[in-house]
């Protein structure tokens, strides 16, 4: 009689257990990830002051406020392009689907207190896709200094409108500084070295493809205006002259987004940002509808985050799910399986 030899005391568990166990640990990690982020955003926006949105809330306004919308998530997705552009110009390998995933899970984690949560979900994410956490690092910092000096750019186009008219030199200056940005991308690779230098981390992703960091530029630029072009359509319901609206709600949302990113302990530059809007808005609009108008882009660019990311997500992983299953098909092919033998 054959009988099954005692299991070792101290055999280590089966790969597959182990990658079970891995599954099941990132499971609950993005699960208390949603749940938090679904918190942070319901205590938000229960805060608002919805009382001054009833301007908003008529019939005619529905089409403006939905291509509102629309323009946001279209910046959003803009943004997503920059981000993957960023990546390649660093000459790291990340599948698509990967890249997509780390950017829209890091723009969640922006609504948890303090900017580490989003940098340690790209990690993470990062880690999964084989890449290691140095390089990871960089590439968020290329991509940071990318989204500051672009935004920083288009928020010049405030400063005339706030300075007054001996201050219309300065509406050549954000052509002129994304010129110099796409002519020398390289500027970008020293401001990087010097924001490492001062963070006392080595510089470990260096760029590869400057003409990818140019299009990764010009991508986020075009965010840039997207995002002020749904505050623009705002503040022309409530009475602002769309001509001279028009750059002031591009410059204003972009500066005053680049100070809240700069706000680090600020969940998503709450309180920061929409001060800094409605004192530019100011210059087109009476306060009191300013504020509505800083109200509604924030309830607007919350909804449309949240809408793309799950969008995105759920694309990202049906995607994967199907390559996987194409992969599997391909490997059982590959292997010649033969039909089991007839029994007679």
Known sequence: MVTDAPTPAGREPAPGTVRRGRRLVGRLVVGAFVVAVCIVVAFALRDQDWSTLGQLTRPRTVPALAAALVVTSGGLLCAARAWL???????????????????????????????????????????????????????????VVVVLLSGGAVGLLVAPALLGAHSLWLFPAPGALLGLLLLRPALIDRVVAV????????????????????????????????????????????????????????????????????????????????????????????????????????????????????????????RDRRAARAAAASTDTSAGRSPAPASF
């Open 85 to 143: 552009l960023t990546i390649s110009t660093t000459g790291v390998p990340v599948p698509v689907t990967a890249g997509v995933r780390m950017f829209f899970v890091g723009l969640l984690g922006k609504f948890l207190p303090g900017r580490v949560w989003g940098l340690l979900a790209l990690l993470k994410l990062g880690e999964r896709a084989g890449v290691s956490h140095p390089r990871m690092a960089g590439i968020y910092l290329v991509n």
């Open 195 to 318: 924001a490492a230098r001062l963070a006392r981390r080595p510089q470990l992703a260096r760029l590869a493809r400057p003409e990818h960091l140019r299009r990764s530029i010009g991508w986020q630029t075009a965010s840039w205006v997207l995002f002020g072009v749904h505050v623009w359509l705002v503040a022309t319901l409530l009475g602002a002259a769309p001509v001279k609206a028009l750059p002031v709600a591009l410059g204003a949302f972009a500066i005053a987004s680049v100070a809240g990113t700069l706000a680090l302990f600020v969940p998503d530059g709450v309180g920061v940002r929409d001060v800094l809007l409605i004192a530019a808005l100011t210059v087109v609009l009476p306060l009191p509808a300013a504020v509505t108008t800083a109200i509604a882009s924030r309830v607007l660019c919350t909804l449309a985050e949240i809408l793309t990311a799950g969008a995105a997500l759920l694309v990202t992983a049906l």
